[in-house]
């Protein structure tokens, strides 16, 4: 069986059709006021391509990076103030920068966006409960079995000797606060 060749010879098929120079004016135009999407759509490229061309004529030297100007002391101050209440994704949202910027400004302030405790999006238990098992681990030296059953007795809760182990070793809210303030 005699397969005949797709495409005709000496013609790039449709997807790899080749830039031109008005489009590359335009790209250039277009870089530092608009997005890699907004670009694509404009272009009638994708957005992977209009990025490699962007690469491309970032090597030559024909544009620069983009830059924007540095965050304000107001768009700071409420990183550092909401940063274990929200995701780096809001908080990005709400200051207009990327997620990549915001995580970079904290980190470079000493700051972390690490959940601990009942900020943990996934938290089942709160803060109080796990000082309650370290308590009684530490002050009255009682085994997880026996914490186990105090907090069922007491608190009409039903945890087991494994999650009371994992509620002594996990870190609160306030250990993650702490964890920032003490030197390294």
Not at 26 to 40: E, G, K, N, P, V
Not at 124 to 141: G, H, I, W
Not at 153 to 162: A, K
């Amino acid at each position: 069986m005699f397969l005949k060749p797709m495409g005709g010879p000496g013609k790039a098929p449709k997807h790899v059709s080749a830039w031109t120079q008005q489009e590359d004016e335009l790209l250039i135009s277009l870089y530092q006021d608009h997005s890699t999407w907004q670009m694509a759509e404009r272009l009638q490229r994708t957005r992977s391509a209009v990025m490699h061309r962007i690469l491309f004529l970032r090597n030559r030297g024909l544009i620069g990076r983009k830059r924007k100007a540095p965050l304000s002391a107001e768009a700071i101050a409420f990183l550092t103030k909401n940063r274990h209440a929200k995701t780096a994704r809001e908080l990005a949202r709400k200051v207009g920068r990327s997620e990549c910027t915001v995580r970079y400004t904290l980190h470079k302030r000493g700051y972390s966006l690490k959940k601990c405790g009942e900020s943990h999006h996934c938290a089942r238990y709160s803060d109080r409960l796990t000082e309650l098992v370290t308590e009684l681990r530490d002050r009255c030296n009682m085994t997880f079995c026996m914490i186990a059953k105090h907090i069922n007795i007491t608190m009409q809760m039903h945890i087991s000797d494994d999650t009371a182990f994992h509620l002594y070793n996990r870190r609160t809210a306030a250990d993650a606060l702490l964890y920032e303030l003490l030197p390294n």
